[in-house]
């Protein structure tokens, strides 16, 4: 069976924004109070509309698309448009418009981020958890893939459609050649990076052209170190880049550049180069997530890596807050219901379509946000199935990614300070000055609006 990559793919050829629509569909004014979760009435068909930011071959649009057209079936006049700009920040551009002026369509992709969570409690979503639990499946998901898209208050109002765990793939050959082990704590990194280096081969294989995976980096020790509490704090401007955590990160960052862990013009480099490199032998490390498992672990990689590719779970520190079962388990983008287009055809397809999702989007390989096990490829390698079952040892803190934590304007000043601070540009105390500058004007101000 030949897969997909997967819909977690971010895509690092920027597109324009599109025109903003004319029409969504449905009613345009914001409801007063929170809809009936089940309501009443005729299910009248018609075009309903998703708002998206989804690689356009993903497992989960042709799934979703799948079970439209077999909804439609019995549904004469049904049809649900997908509305898709893959490029995220063209995407953020044209959702947060289109809210602000009450046009959302009747399905919109969103993070749990301060925006949605404002939304939220304008009544203008669908409370998920709710909703679920109206379908009577609320107990199919896993708890980290639910976890993943709740507002800091617990609320629940996306689905999620996918689920992975990130792990870092190895080469056992280039390690043994270069006389490393896998790392038992964050701190063993540097040691490590220097002596692949030394051997002759990128340590780690970075798509530095998209800023999240950099930042990764950069969350890793505050949550080794202080768990979730931190960011959440962070984030508010009531935590500083200067404490504790914040100034662990930025050493453990420099100290990374300055030990040539990344590979070279690594911010120019987009995703498909980076796993690119990793595959061919020339990168001895790469931080990816389990959507990666048909591109890496399969027949169709090189008899070399195929004997060769290992994996490793985010490390710890010394007395730090977070197990080594915790770390990044994302359920990727959820899709929010839009409140004021909610009716009863918008309940009986989300109905449908979440009854059918789980067996359907297993049958592509990848893991999912149910419990249901994913089906194993004909040209799987033994660590294909490694991998799936680590993620059923997940524990009940996740690291969330800063980019779907800090305000936008804070968010793109580290994006680009942190570049910087690993190519030895700047150092750790400039970049503490500059990220503590743009939280204390950035940050209480979003958050309190």
Not at 112 to 132: E, I, R, S, Y
Not at 200 to 217: C, K, N, S
């Amino acid at each position: 069976m030949k897969i997909r990559r997967s819909q977690f793919l971010s895509l690092a050829a920027a597109v324009a924004a599109t025109p903003l629509l004319a029409s969504c569909g449905g009613k345009s004014a914001s409801p007063s109070s929170a809809v009936s979760i089940d309501p009443e009435g005729e299910i009248k068909p018609r075009e309903i509309s998703w708002l998206l930011s989804r690689a356009s071959n993903g497992a989960v649009i042709n799934t979703m698309q799948a079970i439209a057209d077999e909804y439609a079936k019995n549904h004469d006049g049904f049809k649900l448009t997908l509305i898709a700009t893959p490029d995220r920040p063209s995407y953020i551009q044209k959702y947060e418009t289109l809210a602000a002026a009450n046009k959302l369509p009747e399905l919109f992709d969103t993070d749990a981020t301060p925006f949605a969570q404002k939304l939220a409690k304008q009544n203008k979503m669908v409370d998920v958890a709710a909703l679920l639990d109206n379908l009577g499946i609320s107990g199919q998901y896993r708890k980290s893939a639910l976890d993943y898209q709740r507002f800091d208050d617990g609320s629940l109002y996306m689905i999620p459609l996918e689920y992975g765990i990130e792990v870092f793939w190895y080469n056992k050959a280039l390690f043994k050649a270069a006389g490393v082990e896998v790392p038992t704590t964050l701190d063993d990194f540097t040691d490590l990076c220097k002596k692949l280096a030394a051997s002759g081969v990128t340590p780690i294989a970075l798509d530095g052209l998209d800023g999240w995976t950099l930042e990764r980096y950069v969350a890793y020790q505050p949550f080794r170190i202080a768990g979730e509490d931190y960011i959440k704090s962070l984030k508010k401007g009531e935590a500083k880049f200067s404490d504790e955590p914040g100034r662990a990160m930025a050493q453990w960052l420099h100290d990374l550049g300055e030990s040539g862990a990344f590979q070279s013009g690594f911010s120019s480099v987009g995703y498909t180069d980076a796993q690119n490199l990793f595959i061919s032998g020339k990168a001895a490390i790469y931080n990816m997530g389990t959507w990666e498992l048909p591109s890496l672990a399969t027949t169709d990689v090189s008899a070399d890596l195929q004997e060769n590719l290992g994996y490793f779970t985010l490390p710890t520190v010394d007395g730090g807050k977070t197990a080594a079962n915790e770390y990044v388990a994302p359920s990727g983008i959820g899709v929010a219901v839009n409140a004021s287009t909610y009716d009863p055809l918008v309940h009986d397809f989300l109905k449908f379509a979440l009854g059918k999702y789980p067996d359907m989007y297993a049958e592509t390989g990848l893991l999912g946000p149910t419990t249901i096990d994913p089906g194993i490829p004909d040209d799987a390698l033994p660590i294909y199935t490694e991998v799936i079952e680590e993620a059923a040892k997940v524990g009940e803190t996740a690291l969330m990614p800063w980019d779907t934590q800090l305000d936008p304007t804070t968010n793109t000043k580290l994006q680009q300070e942190q570049v910087l601070l690993v190519q030895g540009d700047i150092t750790v105390d400039e970049f503490i000055k500059t990220m503590d500058a743009a939280l204390a004007e950035n940050a209480s101000a979003y958050f309190n609006a």
